[in-house]
């Protein structure tokens, strides 16, 4: 039978490759949840808390390109998350995001909440993808490797304790704008 043609080749989804390499100290951030472009959870089935990218100055842009594991501290508990940082390449967005999505399904979306997080192992790159099908098996893959991630590193900031006063410890209302699940609504991943 021999190879495919070139064409068909290129078709092929490509693995994506995964560094999963741990931040020693890991990256500290606190922002206001804000509206981004309801994409992920109604095209992605990842619904994801965009960070108010202004009130992190100048480290959003510091921050490597990629998908990060960590922990998400909200209305005062603690939640494993898997945190895309980039331009999500594949909807061409022109400007940088920090999106979260928080593993745990949220009876409601917590718009105008302060969100902190700690990221704690750099999972891989930042990817462009061929098809929606292959984005959506890669943030399966980035939640599958977070969970197993999480339940060994990192694992102080899973407690309270591990948190500074006033960080996302708060109490504040979610905002009553309808269910949401695993994040403040469907931003894109």
């Given at each position: 039978?021999?190879?495919?043609?070139?064409?068909?080749?290129?078709?092929?989804?490509?693995?994506?490759?995964?560094?999963?390499?741990?931040?020693?100290?890991?990256?500290?951030?606190e922002a206001t949840v804000v509206r981004?472009?309801?994409?992920?959870?109604?095209?992605?089935?990842?619904?994801?808390?965009?960070?108010d990218v202004t009130e992190l100055g100048?480290?959003?842009?510091?921050?490597?390109?990629?998908?990060?594991?960590?922990?998400?501290?909200?209305?005062?508990?603690?939640?494993?998350?898997?945190?895309?940082?980039?331009?999500?390449?594949?909807?061409?967005?022109?400007?940088?995001?920090?999106?979260?999505?928080?593993?745990?399904?949220?009876?409601?979306?917590?718009?105008?909440?302060r969100l902190g997080l700690r990221l704690?192992?750099?999972?891989?790159?930042?990817?462009?993808?061929?098809?929606?099908?292959?984005?959506?098996?890669?943030?399966?893959?980035?939640?599958?490797?977070?969970?197993?991630?999480?339940?060994?590193?990192?694992?102080?900031?899973?407690?309270?304790?591990?948190?500074?006063?006033?960080?996302?410890?708060?109490?504040?209302?979610?905002?009553?704008?309808?269910?949401?699940?695993?994040?403040?609504?469907?931003?894109?991943?």
């Amino acid at each position: 039978r021999g190879p495919p043609p070139a064409h068909m080749a290129a078709e092929e989804p490509q693995p994506v490759p995964y560094e999963n390499r741990e931040l020693r100290p890991p990256v500290a951030l606190e922002a206001t949840v804000v509206r981004g472009y309801a994409r992920g959870g109604s095209q992605l089935g990842c619904p994801t808390a965009n960070m108010d990218v202004t009130e992190l100055g100048d480290v959003v842009n510091q921050l490597e390109k990629g998908i990060y594991a960590g922990w998400a501290r909200l209305h005062g508990a603690t939640y494993m998350t898997v945190v895309s940082c980039g331009n999500n390449p594949y909807y061409g967005n022109e400007q940088r995001s920090i999106e979260a999505h928080l593993l745990h399904e949220f009876p409601e979306d917590f718009y105008d909440s302060r969100l902190g997080l700690r990221l704690c192992v750099y999972l891989r790159n930042e990817a462009n993808f061929s098809s929606l099908d292959a984005l959506v098996a890669a943030i399966a893959e980035d939640i599958r490797r977070a969970r197993a991630l999480l339940a060994t590193v990192g694992t102080e900031w899973a407690q309270p304790e591990g948190w500074g006063p006033g960080e996302a410890a708060a109490a504040a209302a979610p905002a009553a704008e309808g269910p949401g699940a695993g994040a403040a609504g469907e931003e894109a991943a």
